[in-house]
């Protein structure tokens, strides 16, 4: 069993920055692959960042490309999610992700890819 805590959210205007952590406990933290996703009210939950086990593979959301940056650090047990130049549309309730990944360059951008989930923080952006 994997624990996820996210931490660093909160209330920040448009062009602000936020930098999201998640403490992840249970598993070898360099066994997991990682992600970031966000549900805003009325919508989806939807892909914001992965990252590789060994952290040397990310992506990113067309949407939030060159603004949000993902890492890990694996001696922490610790990933990241830099965000900045934030717009009101990326307010939403942000999740940490686990998935027990076979393969340590490998990431993944589907929900149902991971196992283990965080109970999220809320960004808000206001304009």
């Known amino acids: 069993q994997v624990q996820l805590v996210e931490s660093g959210g909160g209330l920040v205007q448009a062009g602000g920055s936020l930098r999201l952590s998640c403490a992840a406990s249970?598993?070898?933290?360099?066994?997991?692959?990682m992600g970031w996703f966000r549900q805003a009210p009325g919508k989806e939950r939807e892909f914001v960042a992965a990252?590789?086990?060994?952290?040397?593979?990310?992506d990113a959301a067309d949407s939030v490309k060159g603004r949000f940056t993902i890492s890990r650090d694996n001696a922490k047990n610790v990933v990241y999610l830099e965000m900045n130049s934030l717009k009101p549309e990326d307010t939403a309730v942000y999740y940490c992700?686990?998935?027990?990944?076979?393969?340590?360059?490998?990431?993944?951008?589907?929900?149902?890819?991971?196992?283990?989930w965080g109970q999220g923080t809320q960004v808000t952006v206001s304009s």
């Open positions: 990252i590789s086990r060994s952290g040397s593979n990310t």
């Open positions: 992700a686990a998935h027990q990944a076979p393969r340590s360059n490998d990431y993944y951008i589907m929900p149902r890819s991971y196992e283990y």
């Open positions: 249970g598993r070898t933290f360099s066994s997991l692959a």
